[in-house]
């Protein structure tokens, strides 16, 4: 009987391969996102900086770091879908991204000054295209402050 | 842009963290409408296979450029916040080259802006167009 790999195995590999996701991407980094892992389930951070202000009075985030930020989580949460069965299955090396056909946001309250997180969900997932709804929030899980709901053209896999 | 029009618009944006950091230029700026551009970098690419910037970029600008156009907007009394906003990815950026945004702030109700705005890049052909509503602040009593 086959052996199951030992855990270490496992989550050093799925940790490698959502690194080279998130990090291949320059702006990701630009933008300082991170995500955690647990199991396939993602959650992207975007930790507080001086630089996403988008309003030095009050201060709140910039709406358009915040739509930024709910663009990532989206488009890796989809590329995580995607090519889980291949990193599951050993493969490593960059993978082409599903790429943002459009993208809607709703801005429910301002972006406090300290960390945001963000989860997102594909709700529809086609051979050729796909929407994910994501959901962004501050202190309190419950209380949103941005949500979007955005279309991808899926990447072109071999075979 | 007159000399006095033109610093006011770059203190205006240079007040703005995040369009400092995007190094976001004000073009052009006239009652309810704004052009803004900023320029390629490296560190904005989205797909580094082709090098072509990220989409939150493109939002970031057009974003920047429709809020910019609210303030700018007769009726406008002050700061403006995004209510909703809605960008449509018509082709990829070309590498290498300034993008620039135009909005237009259509209407102004005691309560909401509306506006509109296209990104392109140096060709003809628009990268992205956008949608929103914004918040009017400091007009009720």
């Known amino acids: 009987m086959k052996q199951p790999e030992p855990v270490q195995v496992i989550k050093q590999r799925r940790d490698a391969a959502l690194a080279q996701l998130v990090d291949d991407i320059p702006y990701n980094q630009f933008l300082g996102v991170v995500f955690e892992r647990r199991g396939d389930e993602l959650t992207a951070t975007l930790p507080y900086n001086e630089a996403l202000v988008g309003n030095p009075i009050l201060p709140a985030l910039h709406g358009g770091a915040v739509g930024a930020f709910l663009e990532i989580a989206a488009q890796i949460e989809l590329a995580w879908s995607i090519y889980w069965p291949q990193f599951e299955a050993g493969a490593t090396g960059p993978r082409a991204m599903p790429k943002t056909i459009d993208f809607t946001i709703d801005y429910l309250r301002s972006g406090l000054p300290r960390d945001a997180y963000a989860r997102a969900v594909v709700n529809r997932s086609g051979r050729r295209y796909a929407s994910v709804h994501v959901e962004a929030w501050q202190d309190n899980r419950q209380k949103l402050f941005a949500q979007a709901t955005g279309h991808f053209l899926m990447p072109r896999q071999e075979g | ?141």
Not at chain 2, 27 to 48: H, K, M, Q, W
Not at chain 2, 119 to 138: I, K, L, M, R
């Open chain 2, 1 to 141: 842009m007159s000399e006095k029009k033109a610093k006011l618009a770059r203190q205006f944006i240079g007040a703005i963290p995040h369009s400092r950091a995007l190094e976001m230029r004000i073009d052009d700026v006239l009652a309810g409408r704004a052009t803004l551009s900023l320029p390629y970098n490296e560190r904005f690419i989205g797909d580094p296979e082709t090098g072509v910037l990220h989409g939150g970029v493109v939002t970031a600008l057009l974003d920047t450029a429709m809020g910019t156009a609210v303030v700018s907007h007769p009726q406008s009394m002050g700061g403006t916040a995004t209510i909703d906003l809605r960008i449509d990815y018509m082709r990829a950026a070309t590498p290498g080259q300034r993008i620039t945004a135009k909005a237009e702030c259509y209407r102004v109700t005691r309560a909401v802006a509306f506006v509109r705005a296209t990104a392109y890049d140096e060709g003809e052909e628009p990268v992205a167009s956008a949608a929103g509503a914004f918040t009017v602040e400091g007009s009720r009593p």
